[in-house]
Nanobody, 120 residues
């Protein structure tokens, strides 16, 4: 089985910074896309940022210039550095990975979610 385990998150004041990390473990042949999504209170889950195996990134317009996604292919980890946080960034953040198994089939996996609250 595959697991995505997130760490980080918490409460921060507006303008502050937080880092989220996610580690994949289990029966993995390779990891294609990795990324972060979030679900604000009362809203649907939305894309925050993704990064492919080669390091190409994609960001939601709302976080461009403030958030940075990175990954370590050898450690099977993805990180989201969040700077200049705003109250509207408050949400549950979910790690995502598109993983290929040893039968060459791809599957979506999600972390359990971690709360980020931006408030004074």
């Amino acid at each position: 089985q595959v697991q995505l385990v997130e760490s980080g998150g918490g409460l921060v004041q507006p303008g502050g910074s937080l880092g989220l990390s996610c580690a994949a473990s289990g029966t993995i042949f390779s990891i294609n896309d990795m990324g972060w999504y979030r679900q604000p209170p009362g809203n649907q889950r939305e894309l925050v940022a993704t990064i492919d195996r080669g390091g190409s990134t994609n960001y939601a317009d709302s976080v461009k210039g403030r958030f940075t996604i990175s990954r370590d292919n050898a450690k099977k980890t993805v990180r989201l550095q969040m700077d200049n946080l705003k109250p509207e960034d408050t949400a549950v953040y979910y790690c995502y990975a598109l993983i290929r198994d040893w039968s060459s089939r791809e599957h979506d996996y999600w972390g359990q979610g971690t709360q980020v609250t931006v408030s004074s």
